[in-house]
């Protein structure tokens, strides 16, 4: 026998709260978190989760950011914009990524890493100057074409 609308409509909310009731929650207990992800994949997978959760949270969301980073300042991420070949942003708002100093590895050498961090920076700073003056000039000069 077909169902009625009502029926697919109480089925369906009945099916949207139980999905949402297993979804973790950013204000969710430690305990309510671990009994939604044994729940969601069983206690055996989840404990032999435990052993590996450092190196997994280390590869997805990298180390934490070096306090005096000379390039994202101990924030761990960095606004990027993009510069078409003729010098102009081609993105309206800057775009953020991870910073360098959040994907070291644990033998790299610091001061090498500072360095190269500092020289990312200033070159980061030479894109974001102005485009060139023959730039400029030929802009002017293709707006007087247009008129």
């Given at each position: 026998m077909a169902l009625t609308n009502?029926?697919?409509?109480?089925?369906?909310?009945?099916?949207?709260?139980?999905l949402a009731k297993q979804a973790i929650h950013e204000d969710d207990s430690d305990r309510e978190v671990v009994r939604k992800i044994v729940d969601a994949i069983g206690a055996q997978r989840a404990r032999a989760l435990v052993g590996k959760m450092?190196?997994?949270?280390?590869?997805?969301?990298?180390?934490?950011?070096?306090?005096?980073?000379?390039?994202?300042?101990g924030k761990g991420r960095v606004m990027i914009d993009v510069y078409g070949p003729c010098g102009f942003k081609e993105n309206t708002a800057p775009l953020a990524g991870p910073c360098q100093c959040t994907r070291r590895k644990r033998d790299d050498?610091?001061?090498?890493?500072?360095?190269?961090l500092r020289s990312e920076r200033e070159r980061l700073q030479r894109a974001r100057a102005p485009p060139t003056s023959w730039a400029l000039a030929a802009g002017r000069q293709w707006l007087k074409l247009d008129l």
């Open positions: 009502a029926e697919r409509q109480r089925r369906w909310r009945d099916k949207r709260n139980d450092g190196s997994l949270i280390t590869a997805i969301a990298g180390k934490e950011p070096l306090s005096d980073c000379p390039l994202c300042e050498n610091l001061a090498e890493l500072y360095d190269d």
